[in-house]
């Protein structure tokens, strides 16, 4: 605005100036498109001249922000590539720390899961082995039980016979029987 002002003050002295040379004998030009086509051509030439300034200005400003504004993005965009890398790479991390996680756990589960059956299978043989000596414990109480009645009534019936005064021969051979019978089982 402040070159338009300065372009119209201008325009109204150069037409002073020349009403006062037509009074003065430079003469009057009375041609208004001619006057107005100089005064336009002088307004083009400062718009031209002061507005490339002002246009490279405001062109040269707009570059530099479109050209930092480019910088920025690109900057940020190689942050974000850099972030998503190492997001990915902790991803891989992660997945494979998972995996062996998984995997301990399967093989500690395994190794429970043997050592289990072992202690149940030793439970069991133990078990077997208690009953076994316990049955063999009830069988020799049984036998010995057996023996005793056995030896018992042998020594009766002998006493009995000897009572009733059977001949040395014969009670010789029931004892000699008892003894096979109880030795023998």
Request: glycine share 6%; charged share 25%; aromatic share 2%.
């Amino acid at each position: 605005m402040g070159n338009m002002g300065t372009f119209l003050l201008l325009a109204a002295e150069h037409s002073e100036l020349a009403e006062g040379a037509a009074e003065g004998g430079f003469g009057l030009n009375l041609d208004i498109l001619e006057t107005n086509l100089i005064n336009l051509a002088i307004l083009v030439g400062i718009l031209f001249y002061f507005g490339r300034k002002v246009l490279s200005n405001i062109l040269s400003e707009r570059r530099s922000k479109i050209a930092t504004a480019v910088q920025e993005a690109e900057q940020r965009l190689k942050e974000a590539q850099v972030a998503l890398s190492q997001a990915q790479e902790q991803l891989t991390q992660a997945q494979a720390e998972a995996q062996r996680i998984r995997q301990a756990a399967e093989e500690n589960a395994q190794a429970t899961k043997q050592a289990l059956l072992a202690k149940a299978a030793q439970d069991v043989e133990r078990l077997r082995q208690t009953a076994a000596a316990d049955l063999n414990t009830e069988r020799e109480r049984a036998l010995a039980e057996l023996r005793q009645r056995v030896a018992a009534l042998a020594l009766q019936k002998v006493e009995s016979e000897l009572r009733s005064g059977i001949a040395d021969n014969v009670q010789q051979q029931i004892i000699d029987r008892s003894i096979a019978q109880v030795g023998g089982r």
